[in-house]
């Protein structure tokens, strides 16, 4: 961090710049205003918002040469810091909440105690975070406590017991168990203790409660094999390891011992669950908790997962948990490559106001992630992904992707990525195979969504325009707000010459983002001028995107 901005907001309000030597911020609407910006989503207001809060509603005009004059103020103090701390547009300003360190202790006096700003939408504001001050408790970061560090959680499942003594059943406990362990293995976010530890301690009648020490286990599944009429019946149980608290319980029959066809099928469905109840579980953690009593794992789980999810609330404050994870993690490839994701998705969900900067801050944790670890697989794949997003350098972004798959052949999100990159380069069959591969490794992700976004791309690209609805649509239905599938799902009803379909589908897009036109597209989008570009503009052009 090469300048960092220290913010004191409990008690006396401090605002100092560490640098040499040390600058002091005394002006108290200049506090004000780092105060609001400091504890803002992304550190970003709009210029309406700060001139009403700061200068109350008395016009307009004078409200916008204050809020100037301050910010020219600060630029001639700050001098050449003031553009590595602020962003500024017609209508936006914010402060690079990554170069600031909130000081002091929450627990300490009122909020903003000695500011005095007497406008009445200032001291509104500042009257309702004094009432729910847990939102800025979480930005007070401490070294967390030993107990907490471990990047992912971990996971077992205990071979399943039998009512009787039936040797079948037995062997058929055993087998689902090493399924489900092989299975859930494949996931990038949880630790697989082996089957045959599991085993171990279930043949030792080891104490669900004390698992969790004697395996370092977070979560377990158990249960019993019981015969019907048909063949069996399996109860399976999802438990917190430490408490012993029942998650969630399945059951399902099977009505052959021989064909274990319809059983794996029953097994990837409690993998799946699995894997979705320890992301569920990680984001109800975090959201009531302070940000120094989260653990490492929960953290990046609940990071990545609030990352996907729709709404602009859930992946704005997954930058945060990333922003954690990767100070605690310093020396975790893992850690930075997925904080780099986050900001590649901020330009390409249309949230940045500085296209170059945020560019850059993904290239940079990217390369962070591969100074820790060169050979980190997600590392090379999201340094790829912005090569292939950001920068348009799609010989370097293949390179990446392919090294990536050189290490762990297995890495899912480099097929996908990969799959997008033969997309764009209108390779349509190899995007296919990329994208099918992907989603063969990765039976078990939370974001599938993302992968069915994905998919739709590749199926346009090999004019394949069926399968491209279908999967764009089944993406839709889980998330909503994701741009490319929207264009991509316009683009299959356009080609499949169902224009009115295509023209409601171009209405739902505009919904959702009101000012996206034609020439957005073209200078934003990577691909705007290949074939898979053409294709999405005569599309959208057709169904009434102008």
Known sequence: MGVCLEVSLFGTCAVCLQDRP?????????????????????GRRTRTYLQNTLWGYAGYDSGHQNLRRALSDLRKLFGDHFDTLFRTTNTDIELDLAQVR?????????????????????????????????????????????????????VTMLPLRQMGNDPGLAALGDWISEHCCRILSRSRFINVISHLSGRAAGAAGTP??????????????????????QGFICDVDFIEAASGQIIWSRSFEARSFADLTETALEIDKIARGVARSIADSAIETVRSQRIDEISDHNLIVAGVSMMHRATMRDFLKSREYLLEASERLSHSADAHAWLGKWYVLNVMKGYSIDLAHDTQRAVDCTARALDTDPEASLGLTIDGFANNNLLNDFETAEKRFDAALDINPNESL?????????????????????????RRLSPIDPFLYYYDSLASTAYIAADQFEEALKHAEQSLAVNNRHLSTHRARITALHFLDRPEEAKAAAQELLRYWPGYGLSKYRSNHPVS????????????SASGIS
């Open 102 to 154: 909130f000081t002091g202790d929450p627990g300490q006096g009122l909020f903003l105690e000695d500011l005095n700003v007497r406008e009445a939408p200032f001291q509104e504001w500042v009257d309702s975070i004094r009432t729910n001050p847990d939102q800025i408790f979480a930005l007070y970061r401490h070294a967390p406590v030993s107990s907490l560090r471990r990047p992912r959680p971990c």
């Open 22 to 42: 040390p600058r002091e911020i005394r002006g108290a609407k200049h506090r004000a205003l780092i105060a609001i910006l400091a504890t803002a989503p992304l």
């Open 414 to 438: 480099a097929w996908l990525l990969r799959g997008s990159l033969k997309a764009f380069a209108d390779d349509g069959e190899e995007a296919v195979r990329s994208n099918e591969q992907a």
């Open 208 to 229: 669900i409660t004390t698992l969790s020490e004697t395996l370092g286990v977070d979560y377990l599944t158990t249960g019993f094999l019981r015969p019907s009429r």
């Open 529 to 540: 001028q290949h074939k898979l570009g053409r294709r999405a503009l005569t599309a959208m």
